[in-house]
């Protein structure tokens, strides 16, 4: 287990597609989500054009958790986005797990409108597990090894 | 063997003299003992350059999609073949201007291993049916084939040609038994455990990129590594630089590799890459049920999908 500093809160990033969460009330939705801690969106015109190094960066820099948000199956506003997200969500999910990075880190979930809530209690569950964990030490880079002339 | 060698350079004479090829792609007898390295003929004269022995380990396909409109001959191993298929399956490279003198392989020898196994230099090999004899200042040691294979020979399940024009050579018979050996092996082991090894091994990467130029899929004009706007991966050897480099490097092969193990005979430090394309093969197999360069009219599991792949994994 690794050690928490007592003022250690999780960072959480969540990749989401544009078209799954676009209501105003699905807005609420994420702005609850990201009262419970560090959580930042970043928002992708759908789940397949998530490169699988968005998620390696995101480990990388420090974040704790990283959700993988994208439309059902059939649902996908450009037919097929998400069908090949799928593939590419499944081989990377179980590479990680064997490289060793802890499997709850990295998770996958489909979001439609019609789900209200879902997203901040996916969030929710995500930090929750995150926090069992503890900070992510596999695969980040401290402060203090930036190269200079990154931000 | 030496009748492999022998058809191999009646092969490439035929070719040459009647003008069908423009050149020949195979290995001639390296500078170093234990290396044969690759060669390009393009003079019948010089066809008797050409030899075939356990020390051909280069994948010949690396070279196909850099030869623009010339008419090329080459040599193909079942790992050859199997990338020159994932290659023109890619659109990479053209059938029609491709022969591929195809051979049954006897899997190769690895250097290092071999190295290992003397002290002292080895200044000469020399290979006698099952056996390499090593020769250095004082010393000769006789050494059993068999101990000495490359890693992904030893467990590779293609070693005849999936496509050629001429097979030169007996096919020989294919053993898929031990495959993802290696692979189930270290899946057994803790995450951290796991963690901890892909740490150490990766931490003496030098950033030469051996890896991949070797591999005959890497074939991108400008690689992930090399951008710099946005710049994925900064210079150096910082430590989560070179892990994400090796993540991505295997993870691109998701699909696409051919298991020949270009990449981990490449490497100048001995970093065991082989383990993390051979995971995502066996990946591919169990989810999708695909293996690379074995079908000219499949395409790569990560270009289509199909409404019933497996999702249990997504919330």
């Given amino acids: 287990m690794n050690e928490k500093p007592s003022d250690w809160e999780p960072r959480v990033l969540a990749f989401m597609c544009n078209w799954c969460l676009y209501t105003k009330a699905d807005q609420a939705d994420i702005a609850k989500a990201q009262e419970l801690s560090d959580v930042q969106v970043v928002k992708v015109p759908c789940s397949g054009r998530i490169n699988p190094l968005f998620i390696l960066k995101a480990l990388e820099e420090g974040h704790d958790g990283v959700l993988v948000v994208g439309c059902h199956p059939g649902d996908c506003h450009y037919k097929e986005g998400n069908y090949l997200g799928r593939r590419k969500f499944a081989t990377l999910k179980s590479f990680l797990e064997y490289l060793g990075i802890e499997e709850e880190r990295v998770r996958f979930a489909w979001v439609s409108p019609a789900e209200r809530g879902k997203f901040s209690g996916l969030v929710r569950e995500l930090i929750a597990d995150v926090k069992k964990l503890g900070p992510a030490r596999k695969l980040t880079r401290s402060p203090a090894q930036k190269v200079k002339g990154e931000r | ?315």
Avoid at chain 2, 209 to 237: K, L, N, Q, S
Wanted: glycine share 6%.
């Fill in chain 2, 1 to 315: 063997m030496k009748d492999v060698q022998r058809r191999i350079r009646e092969e490439a004479r035929r070719l040459l003299s009647e003008g069908l090829v423009d050149v020949v792609i195979g290995f001639e007898k390296g500078t170093l003992p234990l290396h044969s390295t690759p060669v390009f003929i393009r003079d019948a004269a010089d066809v008797d350059r050409l030899v075939w022995d356990s020390f051909c380990g280069n994948n010949l396909a690396t070279y196909l999609p850099k030869m623009g409109d010339q008419r090329v001959a080459v040599v193909a191993k079942g790992c050859d073949s199997r990338a020159i298929v994932a290659l023109i399956v890619e659109k990479q490279i053209a059938r029609e201007k491709l022969t591929i003198i195809g051979v049954p392989c006897q899997r190769m020898i690895d250097p290092h291993k071999v190295v290992k196994a003397v002290e002292g230099e080895i200044l000469e090999a020399e290979e006698r049916d099952e056996e390499i004899v090593v020769r250095g200042e004082g010393f000769e040691k006789i050494l059993r084939r068999e101990d000495y294979l490359s890693r992904a020979c030893e467990t590779c399940a293609h070693r005849n040609p999936v496509l050629y024009d001429v097979l030169v050579g007996d096919e020989v018979e294919e053993d898929a038994s031990s495959r993802y050996a290696d692979v189930e092996s270290f899946e057994a082991k803790p995450p951290d455990e796991r963690w901890a090894y892909f740490e150490r091994q990766v931490s003496r990467c030098i950033r030469c990129y051996a890896c991949r130029e070797a591999c005959p899929m890497c074939y991108c004009e400008e690689c992930f590594v090399d951008h710099t706007r946005p710049r994925w991966i900064w210079p150096g050897v910082h430590p989560s630089d070179i892990q994400i480099w090796h993540i991505v490097r295997a993870y691109h092969q998701t699909g696409r590799c051919v298991e020949c193990g270009a990449c981990e005979r490449a490497c100048p430090m001995e970093i065991p890459l082989l383990y993390l394309t051979k995971k995502l093969c066996q990946e591919v197999w169990e989810l999708y049920g695909f293996e690379a360069g074995m079908s000219l009219e499949e395409l790569p599991p990560l270009a289509t999908f199909s409404p019933e792949d497996e999702e249990g994994f997504i919330r």
